[in-house]
């Protein structure tokens, strides 16, 4: 679930994804280099169901992966449902399975956002870079469970913690629904619990100035 919607709510499931199977990671040529550059972000779920998607620009890389960002007003979709940002975000794609969304002004108090994915991919689109569509995209499974760090004070703080792992019953009810392998499901769990304890703890790139330094990159690009 993405933080900012409205509060509610094409493998094979004999078999884990690619995603979180030892694997060459994408080209270079499949990734983009140039600031500014638009990426389709495109999620879906274990049985190949398209899950969130919306379009984001390149900012950067450092040693944590690479940066896009979002301003406020962009357009969230997936089947069934579909939104607009209340407030820009820069999102982190790391080499592993999980991508952060950081929020600037979240109205609903929400500081971090992770989702537990396999691990991203990226592709350059044939023809893309036209000023048609994004020029690259990525893509992962969303595994269910996400990492939460609010706004200390809010009343969402206040009822379920500063931090918090969240969808617990869908991750529950999807592990028999899709069939996760036994591997699978102790990963992700076992990846959820370590990357709330580095959250909790405001290590990089959780920390505050790390999505800062992006967060600049993007208002910058922004005022071109």
Same mark, same amino acid.
């Given at each position: 679930?993405?933080?900012?919607?409205?509060?509610? @709510?094409?493998?094979?499931?004999?078999?884990?994804?690619?995603?979180?199977? /030892?694997?060459? =990671?994408?080209? /270079?040529?499949?990734?983009?280099?140039? =600031?500014? &550059?638009?990426?389709?972000?495109?999620?879906?779920?274990?049985?190949?169901?398209? !899950?969130?998607?919306?379009?984001?620009? !390149?900012?950067?890389?450092?040693?944590?992966?690479?940066?896009?960002?979002?301003?406020?007003?962009?357009?969230?979709?997936?089947?069934?449902?579909?939104?607009?940002?209340?407030?820009?975000?820069?999102?982190?794609?790391?080499?592993?399975?999980?991508?952060?969304? +950081?929020?600037?002004?979240? =109205? %609903?108090?929400?500081?971090?956002? +992770?989702?537990?994915? &396999?691990?991203? @991919?990226?592709?350059?689109? /044939?023809?893309?870079?036209?000023?048609?569509?994004?020029?690259?995209?990525?893509?992962? +499974?969303?595994?269910?469970?996400?990492?939460?760090?609010?706004?200390?004070?809010?009343? %969402?703080?206040?009822?379920?913690?500063?931090?918090? +792992?969240?969808?617990?019953?869908?991750?529950?009810?999807?592990?028999?629904?899709?069939?996760? =392998?036994?591997?699978?499901?102790?990963?992700?769990?076992?990846?959820?619990?370590?990357?709330?304890?580095?959250?909790?703890?405001?290590?990089?790139?959780?920390?505050? /100035?790390?999505?800062?330094?992006?967060?600049?990159?993007?208002?910058?690009?922004?005022?071109?």
């Amino acid at each position: 679930m993405s933080a900012q919607q409205p509060a509610d @709510q094409a493998f094979s499931t004999s078999q884990p994804p690619s995603g979180l199977l /030892p694997e060459p =990671p994408s080209e /270079p040529s499949s990734r983009p280099t140039e =600031p500014g &550059t638009l990426v389709g972000c495109r999620m879906r779920k274990w049985d190949g169901t398209p !899950h969130w998607r919306f379009d984001a620009v !390149h900012l950067g890389r450092d040693e944590h992966g690479v940066w896009l960002g979002y301003r406020t007003g962009t357009r969230f979709s997936r089947p069934g449902r579909e939104y607009r940002t209340r407030c820009p975000g820069v999102v982190l794609f790391g080499d592993v399975g999980w991508v952060a969304d +950081i929020y600037r002004g979240h =109205p %609903r108090g929400v500081r971090l956002y +992770i989702d537990l994915t &396999t691990v991203p @991919q990226w592709r350059a689109v /044939p023809d893309g870079g036209d000023g048609r569509g994004p020029a690259f995209e990525v893509s992962g +499974i969303d595994m269910d469970l996400d990492v939460l760090a609010l706004r200390p004070g809010s009343e %969402r703080a206040r009822e379920q913690g500063e931090f918090f +792992i969240d969808d617990e019953d869908e991750f529950a009810e999807h592990s028999v629904r899709y069939g996760y =392998p036994p591997s699978v499901v102790a990963r992700v769990r076992a990846d959820a619990d370590a990357l709330l304890e580095t959250v909790r703890a405001g290590e990089a790139p959780y920390d505050g /100035p790390t999505a800062d330094r992006w967060f600049a990159v993007l208002d910058g690009l922004s005022g071109r």
